[in-house]
């Protein structure tokens, strides 16, 4: 796992850009996996500025988003697969029907996941995955006690979680309790993790995430068993490591050419 502690949002979200910039030139096919919610929207925001100025395209891309409120109708706001439209997709050259999501309102919930495993299987695996990380650990919406090598398929949401996310919806009882999500063994499948994380709240869990035991109780601490994880913080997020000094000399001293 990489651990590389930057200046702020908007370096993180540069950086992040840079990784799908590279990936998508060297292969312009690829498959991304895309995170809702605070984290990412820099990375979305610089992503779009990118491909204004000519450099990025997604034309030949697909995109799997990592979960999805259940029972959310279509027209909601806060539907992830209408939220990623908002703040990338409509934004860039996707293709029609490149970006999919989880079916949060299949009638048969386990189907739809089963069918969601397969398409991304279909497409290849993913290529990156962006994430982010909840104030309890959880990576998608696999929250503490999900099984590390777990799939799609339908979770609860902790009352922790429903009140983080509250902010997005008009009462905090708006916030449904059901959810879709990629699995931790879905999301380990993907050959390159990529967590971004800002703020003095997300400290705790980073910090359980990179130097915690690996746990179904930290669910994200399932990403120290993959191969290639890169894991982007500003000064907060990174407030409680213990080796926060080692993991800034090791970035001040890497290699240009290593890469992310
Ligand atoms: C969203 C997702 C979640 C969020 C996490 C952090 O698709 O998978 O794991 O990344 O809840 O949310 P923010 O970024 O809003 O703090």
């Known amino acids: 796992m990489e651990v590389v502690i930057l200046s702020g949002a908007d370096e993180i979200a540069s950086l992040a850009a840079d990784v ?52 959310l109708p279509a027209e909601h706001p806060q539907r992830y697969r209408s939220v990623i439209g ?23 919930l386990p189907a739809a996941c089963a069918r969601y495993e397969a398409a991304i299987a279909a497409a290849g695996g993913v ?32 009352s922790q979680t429903r009140a983080d996310n509250a902010r997005f919806f008009p009462a905090a009882a708006d916030v449904p309790r059901h959810v879709l999500t990629q699995g931790l ?44 994880v890169t894991v982007l913080l500003d000064d907060d997020a990174a407030s409680s490591l213990a080796l926060g000094d080692y993991y800034r000399e090791t970035y001040a001293h890497k290699p240009a050419w290593q890469g992310l």
């Not at 908002?86 to 048969?108: K, L, M, S, T, Y």
């Not at 003095?200 to 669910?219: I, N, Q, T, W």
């Open 127 to 158: 290529d990156v995955q962006l994430l982010g990380i909840g104030t309890d650990g959880h990576v998608g919406f696999n929250e503490p006690g999900s099984s590390l090598s777990s799939r799609t398929r339908v979770k609860t949401l902790t």
């Open 20 to 71: 799908f910039v590279a990936l998508l030139s060297r292969k312009p096919d690829a498959v991304v996996g895309l995170a809702t919610g605070s984290s990412p929207l820099g990375v979305y925001a610089s992503l779009i500025e990118r491909h204004s100025a000519g450099d990025v395209s997604f034309v030949g891309v697909k995109a799997f988003l990592l979960d999805e409120y259940v029972g």
């Open 185 to 228: 063994g879905t999301i380990s499948d993907a050959r390159h993790l990529l967590l971004v994380a800002t703020g003095l709240g997300k400290a705790a869990a980073v910090r359980a995430m990179v130097e915690g035991p690996v746990s179904a109780f930290c669910p994200a601490s399932v990403l120290q068993l993959h191969q290639h």
């Open 86 to 108: 908002e703040v990338i997709e409509q934004h860039v050259d996707f293709a029609p029907g490149a970006v999919r999501g989880p079916d949060g309102n299949a009638a048969d």
